[in-house]
């Protein structure tokens, strides 16, 4: 057992010191390439020269795409965007708050939350848009205006 150890301990000795001297070797022929004012990373091992590396290509600011989708306006998805409305009249019906937030893009879906005991009214609603863009613009025009007498509150619905 002692000889198995001694001869793998040679081996790795043998091939530690056999690195070593390629190294040395290697770094004496870049010093020497260097001394003639040749850069070793345009020369290969047999002093052939290599091609310089392509240059990379410039990329503007406006090609880097976040989440790997374009942002051409041609080929632009439309996500839709769901509003949460507080403070509605309970006269307030589906009809009337469609037509209250159709004035800015297309409306896939209106809904005031009624009792399920009454039928009444609970004074909110949601309202689905088709293109968060016109969410967005009927958010920002919307809260804070009158619908039937009521100061009515819209933002962003809570997906959860």
């Known amino acids: 057992?002692?000889?198995?150890?001694?001869?793998?301990?040679r081996e790795r000795e043998a091939k530690r010191d056999q690195k070593n001297q390629e190294k040395q070797a290697r770094l004496q022929r870049n010093r020497d390439l260097r001394a003639r004012g040749i850069d070793p990373a345009l020369v290969?091992?047999?002093g052939n020269p290599r091609l310089p590396p392509a240059p990379e290509p410039e990329v503007a600011l406006e090609d880097i795409v976040v989440g790997g989708v374009p942002a051409s306006a041609a080929g632009r998805r439309r996500m839709p965007m769901r509003l949460f409305v507080g403070g509605l009249s309970w006269d307030t019906g589906d009809d009337e708050l469609r037509v209250a937030f159709e004035k800015f893009g297309e409306v896939v879906e209106a809904v005031v939350i009624k009792?399920?005991?009454?039928?009444?009214?609970?004074g909110f609603g949601f309202v689905t848009y088709a293109d968060a863009a016109e969410g967005k613009?009927?958010?920002k025009e919307l809260d804070g205006?009158?619908?039937?007498?009521?100061?009515?509150k819209v933002g962003p619905a809570d997906t959860r």
């Open 1 to 9: 057992m002692a000889k198995g150890y001694r001869a793998g301990k």
């Open 115 to 122: 009792d399920r005991g009454t039928g009444r009214s609970r």
């Open 44 to 46: 290969d091992e047999f």
């Open 137 to 139: 613009v009927a958010t």
């Open 145 to 152: 205006s009158e619908l039937d007498g009521r100061t009515i």
